[in-house]
């Protein structure tokens, strides 16, 4: 029985519409994971920030909603902005989200209100498709209609809150544009926090959602950005065209606002998730763009502890926490990697949350597979390289470990995620056979710069310190 051992796939643009529309999609190939996060997890709090007092004379009594999509990789960023807030006395917090997040909000000490309540199987079923959507644009289309059906409703839900409880800020989820707008409507501030800082839109420079373009100096170079740039727009007005007749009524009307901004974003603050030294130079983000840093706080939960090998070399394979097709894909490759590496230990961990009956990690040979290992720099230290897929997540954390990548993207967020580590010398993207990959690997081991960018970058990000902005960015707002 064959196995598809093709690399990443340069998916059309499709995709993009989810971006004015969507307010909890996040296409995968199986289903996606509920989490129930229970109050006695711990978070992990390796990079947390402390606690010292910003100002004597900062301003508690500010007001601030959160608005999150019901995902992990969505809530808890926000949480970790949150909880440093509360560190420094602001305790007007609230959240806003679907019942399953409830417990996990409410376990860190913020308020919670639910949305889509009694929709919300619903909207995590339009999260849970069995395909890749991006194969086919009548499925594309058919899943924006979905994401659509819930947006009035979620609207109204926003707009009843907040007519009756006025916030002195809102900050939005990047994927949550309709939040934004009744805020707008209702002249409440907001912001938004990007957790895909290569995806956000520039005037010049080399644009996203191609492929992972890297930068070039030369003449055809520019022309080529420059025609991706028109591309991408030029798609961004044709999906919202398709869209027009049930996106306007919600008050979003255009695309772009008169100065060329996206209307989905803030046109007052947005947060970036990530580090302006590992964006592509040219690139001019918009000025509302504040690089804060990656929030990486997650819940670490009960698991058997890795076993590593004295004179191994150890590689950890992440796929991600969500895509399942990935996983089973990667595992397949990673079984023939490992037979012709027999002096490296592979540890591939699934992430299966929340499973009352963690089974014992499965060994087969010198590949070990693993339901959970912890997300954290520590755990991430422990290994050589790290196999990933290029997921916001797990790159960040690799960079604080200080541990060289191969990346295996599978979708447009991810190829461009891999150029930028290319280009920093963090690590390579993998040509995703088997015989290359065992290539790259080898690369990666026997070359000592790329440990050296690893541990140059670690130090770079270690020095933001993203709850801290945001207290300072809003302490300046209200003064």
């Known amino acids: 029985m064959g196995c598809d051992y093709s690399g990443s796939r340069s998916y059309p643009l499709w995709y993009l519409c989810f971006f004015v529309v969507k307010f909890t999609t996040e296409s995968t190939k199986g289903t996606t994971t509920r989490y129930q996060i229970t109050p006695d997890h711990s978070i992990n709090t390796s990079h947390a920030e402390g606690a010292a007092t910003l100002k004597q004379d900062m301003r508690t009594d500010i007001k601030i909603d959160f608005v999150a999509q019901p995902l992990p990789g969505h809530l808890f960023p926000q949480l970790q902005l949150a909880k440093y807030a509360k560190s420094q006395g602001m305790n007007q917090l609230r959240f806003y989200s679907c019942p399953k997040m409830r417990t996990a909000v409410e376990s860190a000490g913020m308020g919670f209100l639910p949305i889509l309540a009694d929709r919300e199987n619903e909207v995590l079923d339009i999260a849970a498709h069995h395909e890749q959507i991006m194969d086919s644009f009548v499925e594309l289309l058919s899943a924006v209609d979905k994401a659509l059906s819930v947006q009035e409703q979620f609207s109204n839900e926003l707009r009843n809150y907040w007519k009756t409880d006025r916030p002195d800020l809102v900050v939005v989820d990047s994927l949550s544009p309709f939040a934004g707008v009744v805020a707008d409507e209702l002249g409440i501030p907001w912001w938004t926090v990007a957790t895909s800082p290569s995806v956000i839109e520039t005037q010049k420079g080399t644009p996203g959602y191609l492929g992972g373009w890297q930068p070039s100096k030369n003449i055809l170079g520019k022309w080529r950005d420059a025609l991706g740039r028109t591309f991408v727009r030029m798609f961004k007005k044709f999906a919202f065209s398709r869209f027009r007749k049930k996106i306007q009524p919600l008050g979003f009307k255009s695309v772009y606002r008169e100065d060329g901004t996206e209307r989905m974003y803030s046109n007052d603050v947005i947060l970036g998730l990530g580090i302006g030294e590992l964006e592509f130079e040219d690139n001019d983000l918009p000025k509302a763009w504040h690089w804060i840093g990656p929030c990486l706080e997650r819940p670490v939960l009960d698991h058997h502890a890795p076993q590593y090998e004295p004179g191994k070399k150890h590689i950890l394979v992440a ?161």
């Open 319 to 479: 796929p991600g926490t969500q895509v399942r097709w990935a996983k089973e894909r990667t595992e397949l490759i990673c079984r023939e990697v490992s037979r012709h590496m027999p002096d490296c230990i592979f540890h591939f961990v699934l992430n299966v949350l929340n499973d009352p009956d963690l089974k014992e990690p499965r060994k087969e040979g010198n590949l070990h597979i693993y339901e959970y290992i912890p997300f954290t720099p520590e755990s991430f230290r422990n290994y050589d390289v790290v196999f990933n897929m290029g997921g916001i997540g797990v790159m960040y954390t690799a960079i604080l470990a200080g541990v060289p990548q191969l990346i295996m993207p599978q979708s447009f967020e991810e190829q461009d995620c891999a150029a930028r580590i290319f280009v920093s010398g963090l690590g390579l993207r993998s040509h995703g056979t088997p015989a290359s990959i065992v290539a790259e690997i080898n690369k990666l081991l026997e070359n000592d710069w790329y440990r050296r960018q690893a541990d140059e970058y670690r130090q770079i990000t270690e020095r933001y310190q993203p709850g801290k902005s945001f207290v300072e960015l809003v302490q300046k707002k209200f003064a």
